[in-house]
DNA sequence: TTGATATTGATCAGCATTATCAATTAACGG
DNA sequence: CCGTTAATTGATAATGCTGATCAATATCAA
């Protein structure tokens, strides 16, 4: 199952980097991963309040912070706004799709512009590691 | 020249919209106009203070917001970090290529890749309006 | 020149995020 | 199982950037 294997990912970073697993990184690592997609620290805050009002932001903030540098999840800031995170275990690459109206977000990926952006950094001189696309427009019911 | 022109859309705009030159906006733009790209709002506040100590930053501030809704200017953000204006007239639209070590940007764009983006948001029902793609690797000295 | 009102500059307010710190607790060795 | 060490937590303060406020000032049409 893909949120098993994701928390074992984050286990055994913090493992391998000497750090402690609580109670609180469990619970916070198992309420990502199974939660909607691009969700906020305020809003997985929020919805940890419910089983665990113990658990404070700061806490799910840092946790956040670690399940990306582990790898299992992905910070998205769109615009100025606070910043999201999604799970990236077992998920490819993908981009998003805007809608300027009512704010939905679309995943994304084409392939042929995925090598095109690879071809546009090396013609460059660059070694690209990581891309970030956003289109933002009016979704099919806002438009 | 182009950034007469580009001052000219902005002072057209300011009348259009009822409001005023002052010798504080002629000053801001023409800083903006000829300053190196992807400055922020702080840096041209402080190239602005050598010869004009009495601007303040807000006023920097808003004149950049006010260059952006007249067209002149765009507001870039990378990541989380401060806003970064450049001036768009006379200048194709194009993304960004970012060092990860040095954080130097270089301008790029692809028209294949810019087809390929209006295809993809169509594909899912959008009416696309504008996007962001940016790159992130290691440049030709950093890598 | 005058009057109406936009603008300025200094400062304050808001927000998201990060840092701080005393108290707690995980992990390890014995 | 116990005790020690140091990472973690939770509450809160600090930070950094952007926007809002407001009295004083400057613009511009009449």
């Given at each position: 199952m893909k949120?098993?294997?994701a928390?074992d990912?984050?286990?055994?970073?913090i493992?391998?980097?000497?750090?402690?697993?609580?109670?609180?990184r469990?619970?916070?690592?198992?309420?990502?991963?199974?939660?909607?997609?691009?969700?906020?620290?305020?809003d997985?805050?929020?919805?940890?309040k419910?089983?665990?009002?113990e658990?404070?932001?700061?806490?799910?903030?840092r946790?956040?912070?670690?399940?990306?540098?582990?790898?299992?999840?992905?910070?998205?800031?769109?615009?100025?706004?606070?910043?999201?995170?999604?799970?990236?275990?077992?998920?490819?690459?993908?981009?998003?799709?805007?809608?300027?109206?009512?704010?939905?977000?679309?995943?994304?990926?084409?392939?042929?512009?995925e090598?095109?952006q690879d071809?546009?950094a090396?013609?460059h001189?660059?070694v690209?590691h990581?891309?970030?696309?956003?289109?933002?427009?009016?979704?099919?019911t806002?438009r």
């Amino acid at each position: 199952m893909k949120s098993v294997k994701a928390k074992d990912i984050f286990f055994d970073y913090i493992r391998t980097k000497g750090l402690r697993i609580t109670r609180q990184r469990e619970v916070i690592a198992e309420a990502f991963l199974s939660a909607e997609k691009h969700i906020t620290a305020e809003d997985l805050h929020a919805l940890l309040k419910q089983r665990h009002p113990e658990i404070g932001f700061a806490t799910v903030h840092r946790n956040l912070k670690l399940m990306c540098e582990s790898g299992i999840a992905e910070e998205i800031k769109i615009g100025g706004n606070k910043a999201r995170y999604e799970p990236k275990i077992g998920r490819e690459h993908h981009d998003h799709l805007i809608c300027l109206k009512c704010g939905k977000f679309i995943e994304v990926k084409d392939d042929r512009i995925e090598r095109l952006q690879d071809e546009l950094a090396k013609a460059h001189g660059f070694v690209p590691h990581r891309h970030k696309m956003e289109i933002y427009g009016l979704c099919r019911t806002c438009r």
